[in-house]
């Protein structure tokens, strides 16, 4: 299967939990944080004959091994003495440094292993630079300072972009219950306020045309107000699909509430 996770598509992943545990760690470690963190699933996951384990765990076992080309390469160490734990090299932090923005961006919003995988499969390819969107920078303030201002102005196009897109008549409400800021609080209050839930993960590439790349992403995303949002993420490992909770909402949104 063309589809399976590979060595180099571990890359990424591998070199940030060698990081934080930095000869604290050894291969069967590393493959059950991998787990955590990726989720697998599908052919990744099929079971080796004569072997009592999976296609995941062989492919993290080859990633670490002496001779293949994550350690040849000099991205990581092997302990000199016990010969298995694992040591980041300079090398191996430089490489995570160039890639720490669509690191961080693929491992904090929940994503489908799918679509995860698809992402490290191309930046491991490098045939391209891309760069993560995520308009949920805007509204972070606190994440500002932490954030490269290309990655805020691409994020600030593209929430510019769904807001108008998703507006009726001016208007943007939750695109789940209808909840609307601006109806509820008054406009001076809540005027075009809303969050906006990513299904999938978006990126942009450096000779992309981005009027394309908006018109593509805003496929991917969701407004919604802070609750339904607050809901869709409570599982902060599996992302309630939009459908379960617009059912539910249809079942047992009736509350009715006025102010003091
Ligand atoms: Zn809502
Ligand atoms: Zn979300």
Same mark, same amino acid.
């Not at 063309?2 to 069967?28: K, M």
């Not at 698809?118 to 805007?138: A, H, Y």
């Not at 450096?206 to 107000?225: F, R, S």
């Given at each position: 299967?063309?589809?399976?996770?590979?060595?180099?598509?571990?890359y990424l992943?591998?070199?940030?939990?060698?990081?934080?545990?930095?000869?604290?760690?050894?291969?069967?470690?590393?493959?059950?944080?991998?787990?955590?963190?990726?989720?697998?699933?599908?052919?990744?996951? =099929?079971?080796?004959?004569?072997?009592?384990?999976?296609? @995941?765990?062989?492919?993290?076992?080859?990633?670490?091994?002496?001779?293949?080309?994550? !350690?040849?390469?000099?991205?990581?160490?092997?302990?000199?003495?016990?010969?298995?734990?694992?040591?980041?090299?300079?090398?191996?932090?430089?490489?995570?440094?160039?890639?720490?923005? +669509?690191?961080?961006?693929?491992?904090?919003?929940?994503? +489908?292993?799918?679509?995860?995988? =698809?992402?490290?499969? /191309?930046?491991?390819?490098?045939?391209?630079?891309?760069?993560?969107?995520?308009?949920?920078?805007?509204?972070?303030?606190?994440?500002?300072?932490? $954030?490269?201002?290309?990655?805020?102005?691409?994020?600030?196009?593209?929430?510019?972009?769904?807001?108008?897109? @998703?507006?009726?008549?001016?208007?943007?409400?939750?695109?789940?219950?209808?909840?609307?800021?601006?109806?509820?609080?008054?406009?001076?209050?809540?005027?075009?306020?809303? +969050?906006?839930?990513?299904?999938?993960?978006?990126? $942009?590439y450096e000779?992309?045309?981005?009027?394309? $790349?908006?018109? +593509?992403? !805003?496929?991917?995303? /969701?407004? !919604?107000?802070?609750?339904?949002?607050?809901?869709?993420?409570?599982?902060?490992?599996?992302?309630?699909?939009?459908?379960?909770?617009?059912?539910?909402?249809? $079942?047992?949104?009736?509350?009715h509430w006025?102010?003091?």
């Amino acid at each position: 299967m063309n589809n399976r996770i590979f060595e180099n598509d571990l890359y990424l992943p591998a070199l940030y939990l060698i990081s934080i545990n930095d000869g604290n760690i050894n291969t069967s470690e590393l493959s059950r944080l991998l787990r955590e963190i990726l989720k697998p699933s599908g052919d990744d996951l =099929e079971l080796l004959t004569r072997r009592n384990d999976d296609y @995941f765990s062989q492919i993290v076992r080859n990633l670490t091994a002496k001779t293949r080309s994550f !350690v040849q390469n000099g991205f990581i160490d092997r302990d000199s003495k016990s010969g298995s734990n694992l040591f980041i090299t300079d090398k191996g932090r430089q490489y995570l440094f160039e890639h720490r923005f +669509e690191l961080n961006y693929l491992l904090s919003n929940d994503f +489908e292993y799918g679509d995860i995988k =698809e992402n490290l499969k /191309i930046i491991e390819s490098k045939e391209r630079k891309i760069q993560p969107f995520d308009e949920n920078i805007v509204i972070s303030e606190g994440l500002k300072k932490f $954030t490269e201002v290309a990655i805020y102005e691409r994020s600030k196009k593209l929430r510019d972009f769904a807001i108008d897109y @998703f507006s009726v008549g001016n208007k943007i409400s939750c695109n789940c219950c209808s909840f609307n800021f601006s109806d509820f609080y008054g406009e001076e209050i809540g005027k075009g306020f809303i +969050e906006i839930h990513h299904t999938k993960p978006i990126f $942009t590439y450096e000779d992309e045309d981005l009027q394309n $790349t908006l018109a +593509e992403a !805003v496929k991917n995303l /969701i407004p !919604v107000c802070s609750n339904c949002h607050r809901m869709i993420h409570r599982n902060w490992k599996k992302p309630l699909e939009i459908q379960n909770l617009i059912a539910s909402i249809n $079942t047992f949104g009736t509350y009715h509430w006025t102010a003091k």
